[in-house]
């Protein structure tokens, strides 16, 4: 399942960000260390750990490393309409609550199906383009994750966070535009495809590795069976 919602105020989403990073998390699940993700993010540079100082960089369009004004190209009919942030949530099924403990086998899937959905998310980020506004599919974003477990008597879901900045990067124009998230909200239901697949991918592989190991050691039990000396009468 994905959901998505804007930040349209600065200074809420701000405050979002800055809760996230500072840990607290409504007594609910245990948000784990905020990192950069998508082509957009690297492309400026960042990589590991999510500071405030960056993300106020962004807001403010400068370069988040290197501190100089970041030029950006506004669509002037768009100018002011589009938000600050645009958060995806990509969530697991409902597990019980001890499935989901930290480093399980639930966690690992559901991050790996979670890599999937936003790749294929971010392959339909836009820029507005020219007079007339028409959009040009640019396929990288400027983004933050971070991950939750919300539970509730006793079942609950991972959720991973994936939060875009107002920038995407065209590389036709060799330049930063603001980002247009419309198509990638309507890909919603190709991006879930690809997130219940990439699991059932990962189970079939490791239940390959599973039943190889397991033959493995039936036939080292069997040699070593053979080899053993026969024990005295």
């Keep these: 399942m994905i959901t998505f919602k804007y930040y349209h105020d600065r200074a809420a989403a ?13 007594g609910n699940g245990v948000a784990e260390d905020s990192g950069w993700a998508c082509q957009g993010a690297h492309r400026l540079g960042l990589h590991g750990l999510v ?5 106020r960089a962004l807001f403010e369009k400068r370069h988040p490393v290197k ?16 938000p600050w942030l645009t958060e995806f949530v990509i969530s697991s099924e409902l597990l019980p ?7 399980s086998e639930a966690s690992f899937l559901h991050w790996h199906g979670a890599e999937a959905a936003m790749s294929c ?9 020219g007079p ?20 509730r008597l006793g079942m609950g ?11 995407t990067y065209c590389e036709p124009e060799e330049e930063w535009r603001e980002l247009n998230t419309s198509e990638m909200e309507a890909e919603t239901e190709s991006a879930e495809i690809d997130y219940r697949d990439a699991i059932r991918s990962r189970l079939w592989i ?15 039990l069997a040699a070593q069976s053979r080899q053993a000396p026969l024990g005295l009468n």
């Design 67 to 82: 501190g100089r004004p970041l030029r950006v190209r506004v669509h002037e009919e768009a100018a002011g309409a589009a």
């Design 14 to 26: 701000l405050a979002y960000v800055e809760k996230r990073l500072s840990g607290r998390n409504d």
């Design 157 to 167: 879901r991972l959720n991973t966070h994936l939060l875009l900045f107002n920038l």
């Design 121 to 129: 998310l971010e392959m339909f980020a836009c820029a507005e383009m």
């Design 206 to 220: 490791d239940g390959l590795i599973r039943e190889r190991l397991r033959l493995h050691a039936g036939e080292r």
């Design 97 to 103: 609550s001890l499935a989901l403990r930290e480093n």
């Design 51 to 55: 500071r405030l100082e960056q993300v």
């Design 132 to 151: 007339t506004g028409f959009l040009m599919t640019t396929g990288n974003v400027v983004a933050m994750t971070f991950e939750r477990c919300c539970t």
